[in-house]
C-alpha cells in the first residue's frame, strides 16, 4: 500500500477524490483514519513508534472525551489518485459541523458497527449525505467482535436508507467488512484474514466517489466552511476550490452576507495558500478546482463566506 506522496505540485481535479467519513460516535471511524494514513505510507517506519494514536483528535476536548467534535482533514495517496479525507464529528450535539463537512466532499464512507447496527447519528448525517446527492460506501467495522451479527446489520443499513427515500442508485453501495483497528478489510460480508489490507476499501473509494464536477477554467469560486488560527499566520479560512485555480499571493475578493445584500466586497492578497498532505498542511502555489484549501490574509473571513475573483465576484449560496 506505500506509496510516495506528491506535495507542493497542483493535483488534476481528475486525479482527486474528496471523501467524508461519518459515523455514530465509538463505532471506530477516527481509528480507520488512523489506519489509512498507516497503510498508505504517510507515516514512515521510524515514525510508527512515536505515533499517537487517534492523530485526528487533536484538541484538549476531544482526547478526554475520546470523540470527534471538530471536521478535520487528512489525505492520503493511492496510486495517481489523492483521496482527501474528511473526519466528521459522530455525535450529534455537533450536527452543523457535519453539514459543513459534507460541502467538502463528493461522496462518503458510512461506518456502522457490526455489532451495534445504525443509531440515531447514522441516520442524520446519511439522511443530509443522501440529500445532497452523495454515494455511499457502507463499511461494517468490528467484524471480529464475539457479538457481530454483520448479515443482520446490513439488513438494518437498507432499512434505514429505504426510509430515508433512497433511490435504487443510492442502494446499490459497495460492502466492506473491517477490522479498522487491524488495518484490514475484505469486500462483501466476511472476516479479512491473514495478508489482507484496506486496499479494498481503498479502491471503492477511487471507484465509486466521482472526480470533483469542477470548472477549473472559470473565474475562481471557493467556499469557507471552517476556521481555525496560527500564531503566525493568523486567521485561517479553510474550505473547498468550486470553480478555477487559486494562486498564492493573488488578490481575491472576500463576498460575505453583506456583499450579497448589495455591498462592496473585500480585497485582500493570499499571504499564504495550503493544501492538505498526509496530516499535515503543506504550502504550495496553486490549488486547482475540486482540492481542499487553507488560507491565510483573509482577517475578515467567516464561515459561509465565497472567495473569488475580484474581477467577477460571484458569490456562493450561503450555508
Given at each position: 500500500l506505500r506509496s510516495q506522496l506528491q506535495t507542493g505540485s497542483p493535483v488534476s481535479f481528475s486525479a482527486l477524490r474528496n471523501v467524508a467519513l461519518?459515523?455514530?460516535?465509538?463505532?471506530?471511524?477516527?481509528?480507520?483514519?488512523d489506519a489509512l494514513l498507516r497503510s498508505t505510507g504517510v507515516f514512515t517506519a521510524h515514525e510508527s513508534g512515536h505515533l499517537v494514536d487517534r492523530v485526528?483528535?487533536?484538541?484538549?476536548?476531544?482526547?478526554?472525551?475520546?470523540?470527534?467534535?471538530?471536521a478535520k482533514a487528512a489525505s492520503v495517496q493511492w496510486g495517481d489518485i489523492k483521496?482527501?479525507?474528511?473526519?466528521?464529528?459522530?455525535?450529534?450535539?455537533?450536527?452543523g459541523e457535519v453539514e459543513r463537512s459534507l460541502e467538502l466532499v463528493d461522496g462518503v464512507v458510512l461506518l456502522v458497527d457490526a455489532a451495534e447496527g445504525p443509531l440515531p447519528q447514522t441516520r442524520y448525517v446519511l439522511s443530509k449525505a443522501l440529500a445532497a446527492g452523495l454515494p455511499a460506501i457502507l463499511v461494517l467495522n468490528k467484524v471480529d467482535r464475539q457479538d457481530a451479527r454483520p448479515d443482520e446489520v446490513l439488513d438494518e443499513v437498507y432499512e434505514l436508507f429505504m426510509d430515508l427515500g433512497a433511490s435504487d442508485e443510492d442502494i446499490e453501495f459497495p460492502i466492506i467488512s473491517a477490522i479498522a483497528r487491524d488495518s484490514k478489510a475484505v469486500v462483501g460480508i466476511g472476516m479479512p484474514g491473514e495478508g489482507d489490507d484496506l486496499t479494498p476499501l481503498l479502491q471503492a473509494i477511487v471507484d465509486t466517489v466521482p472526480a470533483p464536477d469542477a470548472d477549473p477554467t472559470g473565474p475562481l469560486q471557493a467556499i469557507v466552511t471552517n476556521l481555525d488560527a496560527s500564531d503566525y499566520?493568523?486567521?485561517l479560512a479553510i474550505g473547498r476550490v468550486k470553480r478555477g485555480i487559486m494562486r498564492k499571493g493573488e488578490r481575491v475578493a472576500l463576498l460575505d452576507e453583506e456583499v450579497i445584500e448589495g455591498g462592496k466586497p473585500v480585497e485582500r492578497k493570499l499571504g499564504s495558500l495550503m493544501g492538505f498532505t498526509g496530516i499535515g498542511r503543506n504550502d504550495v502555489d496553486e490549488l486547482q478546482a475540486g482540492d481542499l484549501l487553507v488560507v491565510a490574509g483573509l482577517p475578515e473571513a467567516e464561515i459561509a463566506d465565497t472567495i473569488a475573483d475580484p474581477a467577477n465576484p460571484?458569490?456562493?449560496p450561503r450555508l
Open positions: 461519518v459515523a455514530h460516535v465509538d463505532h471506530g471511524k477516527t481509528t480507520l483514519v485526528m483528535d487533536s484538541n484538549d476536548q476531544e482526547r478526554e472525551r475520546g470523540i470527534t467534535i471538530l483521496i482527501n479525507l474528511v473526519d466528521t464529528p459522530g455525535h450529534a450535539d455537533f450536527g499566520l493568523g486567521r460571484e458569490p456562493l
